[in-house]
């Protein structure tokens, strides 16, 4: 069967194409950016597309063309400035099933369950809104909501629950809230079933044991290979700056699972009405146990927390270093004067003042981030060549004019190492 699945790059997307294609299925995976996944999985054939820019029929037409069902992995927690869920998970969706209306194709559709306070929330909503379109279509279909995923790979909230096992201490908010898991891999064999004739209509995916968010992240360490740490139930009021800085990174392009979305739905839990459905779901414990940790796992777990720091850190130290030297132009323009008139030294400084502080602020935005940091290992090696060049003493300040830079190159180095989300 000709297969298009949505979100192919994901998480789950790149897990359901693994899949169908070792099913013996023709798959075509969809994403914004699949130049990685082209080297990672060469027997998809990868298209490029941005859902949100796809909210007519028409726009389907070329895709849907020589398929015959469509599986949509794609979704996003809260607008930003690369994700507009409206557009993506709601009105993309609309005029995919229009389009798929005449051939009839079978759509499988990964939801998430829409009951409780959280409902009203965009990322719910609009979920629930394609699902009831869906289900109204009158297209032969599969509506799945797995409670939380979890698999070998990790992305926001279960790359979350690494980071906070791997902590000396577990300081969480609601603790105790009850937390279903599901296996990336028994959601992967409930849409291979789909495409076997076997499972229709609305199905609950979750593994049958009650967690709390507590249970779930020592489990976490455990897989890690930590030791036993205390847990700290902290009152939820205490969340509420991180939460408000995760929304804040969220509006300059950082998908942080810390946004109030998040925190809105784990206040009240990640549980589920489940029905019988005639599939076996894999414990949290034993879907761990069956992918055992490697140092690797232990590395991503510890730097994922320290990656907002790198980048804060280094904002900080780029705009303090172009914005510090504007209260005394004279002062920082004298390392020039021995090479230069006056004019041009003052100029030379506002201009690496500028320079400063444009990478500062650039490297906050995170689709500039990568350019930014690029931009300050240059800078940095151009500052050091020119200090080492025109004034070599300078190597020998107590203050550490040049020497500073050094660790602030490793610092730059580190954060493009993990900047990479999936």
Request: glycine share 6%; hydrophobic share 55%; with cysteine.
């Amino acid at each position: 069967m000709n297969i298009l699945i949505l979100g192919a790059t994901g998480f789950i997307g790149s897990v359901v194409a693994a899949r169908l294609v070792a099913d013996g299925h023709a798959v075509t995976g969809l994403g914004r950016n699949p130049t990685r996944a082209r080297l990672k999985q060469p027997a998809i054939d990868w298209r490029r597309a941005d859902l949100s820019r796809m909210t007519k029929p028409e726009d389907w037409e070329d895709l849907l063309k020589d398929q015959q069902a469509v599986v949509n992995c794609a979704g996003a927690l809260q607008d930003g400035p690369a994700d507009d869920l409206a557009a993506t998970q709601a009105d993309a969706m609309l005029a995919l099933y229009a389009a798929a209306k005449h051939s009839r194709h079978l759509i499988v559709q990964i939801s998430a369950r829409a009951a409780g306070a959280a409902s009203a929330l965009p990322f719910l909503a609009t979920k629930r809104r394609a699902d009831e379109a869906l289900a109204a279509s009158g297209l032969p279909h599969l509506i799945l909501c797995p409670a939380l995923v979890l698999g070998r790979n990790a992305h926001g909230g279960s790359s979350l629950l690494r980071a906070l096992a791997a902590l000396p201490l577990l300081p969480l908010v609601h603790a105790d809230s009850p937390v279903e898991t599901l296996s990336v891999d028994d959601l992967a064999e409930a849409v291979s079933r789909a495409f076997a004739g076997e499972l229709r209509g609305d199905i609950v995916l979750a593994a049958d044991e009650a967690l709390t968010l507590a249970d779930l992240v020592r489990l976490h360490r455990q897989w890690l290979g930590l030791p036993p740490a205390r847990v700290f139930s902290l009152a939820p009021w205490l969340a509420k700056p991180v939460t408000w800085l995760a929304n804040a990174a969220g509006l300059l392009g950082w998908r942080s699972p810390l946004r109030s979305t998040a925190m809105t739905v784990m206040s009240e839990g990640i549980r589920s009405a489940r029905r019988e459905s005639g599939l076996i779901a894999t414990s949290a414990a034993v879907t761990l146990a069956a992918n055992p940790s490697g140092v690797q796992d232990l590395w991503f777990a510890r730097l994922y927390l320290l990656k907002p720091l790198f980048i804060a850190g280094l904002s900080v130290f780029w705009l303090l270093s172009g914005l510090i030297p504007l209260l005394s132009v004279e002062k920082a323009s004298a390392h020039f004067l021995l090479f230069m008139p006056e004019a041009a030294a003052t100029a030379l400084t506002l201009a690496t003042c500028l320079v400063d502080v444009a990478l500062g602020a650039a490297v906050l935005v995170r689709p500039l981030a990568r350019r930014a940091l690029l931009g300050m290992l240059a800078v940095s090696l151009a500052y050091l060549a020119g200090g080492t060049l025109l004034e070599p003493a300078l190597w020998l300040d107590p203050l550490g004019a040049l020497v500073k830079v050094l660790p602030s190159i490793l610092l730059t180095l580190a954060t493009l190492a993990t900047l990479d989300e999936r």
